[in-house]
T-cell receptor
Framework: GENVEQHPSTLSVQEGDSAVIKCTYS??????FPWYKQELGKGPQLIID?????GEKKDQRIAVTLNKTAKHFSLHITETQPEDSAVYFC????????????FGSGTRLSIRP | DAGVTQSPTHLIKTRGQQVTLRCSPK?????VSWYQQALGQGPQFIFQ???????QRGNFPDRFSGHQFPNYSSELNVNALLLGDSALYLC?????????FGPGTRLTVL
């Protein structure tokens, strides 16, 4: 079945530096790739998503890249701030099964002051 | 709009018992999905409800069942609880395919 692998599991960066989280997926039919941020005691919150017809998407300090050939996609956060500290999940699904999202195992991001 | 709401917030049950969790979708959303998130892991898809019917199902046993009501709200039922069912149960609603998650119900099975 579909599998999404995420690395690293933990990441600590200095405030103001960049953070990169990488994911790979196994199902070549996947064409929708959302990223979620989960803070303690809350449900996952969608922060950005990308569809397979696009190679890169940016929203302020957050950017995602997608390499369909290699089945890789990445999240880049620039100019990190203390409020960026959280657990981040990558995920994959298909348009026809948009609710059946396969999540990665998560990356705990800590921002050092 | 309160977004997706879930009740109760926390729940403690013993092995063998049955539990019902409830979810109210965001106003305007007609599709509800349920996910199980074990501690330290990513959420796992349980099933999706649309037009009061189960449309998709993940790799969960029949002990997990659900229901969607005419007002789009939903229930998740788990029978014969096992210790391994302890997790955060997340409800997500949508109408365009983009999921909006609720805060979850923390279920502890003793």
């Amino acid at each position: 079945g579909e599998n999404v692998e995420q690395h690293p599991s933990t990441l600590s960066v200095q405030e103001g530096d960049s953070a990169v989280i990488k994911c790979t997926y196994s199902d070549s039919a996947s064409n929708y790739f959302p990223w979620y941020k989960q803070e303690l005691g809350k449900g996952p919150q969608l922060i950005i998503d990308i569809r397979s017809n696009v190679g890169e998407k940016k929203d302020q300090r957050i950017a995602v890249t997608l390499n369909k050939t290699a089945k890789h996609f990445s999240l880049h956060i620039t100019e990190t701030q203390p409020e960026d500290s959280a657990v981040y999940f990558c995920a994959a699904s298909t348009y026809s099964s948009a609710s059946k999202i396969i999540f990665g195992s998560g990356t705990r991001l800590s921002i050092r002051p | 709009d309160a977004g997706v709401t879930q009740s109760p917030t926390h729940l403690i049950k013993t092995r063998g018992q049955q539990v019902t969790l409830r979810c109210s979708p965001k106003s305007g959303h007609d599709t509800v999905s349920w996910y199980q998130q074990a501690l330290g892991q990513g959420p796992q898809f349980i099933f999706q409800y649309y037009e009061e019917e189960e449309r998709q199902r993940g790799n969960f046993p029949d002990r997990f069942s659900g229901h969607q009501f005419p007002n789009y709200s939903s229930e998740l039922n788990v029978n014969a609880l096992l210790l391994g069912d302890s997790a955060l149960y997340l409800c997500a609603s949508s109408n365009t395919g983009v999921l909006l998650f609720g805060p979850g119900t923390r279920l502890t099975v003793l």
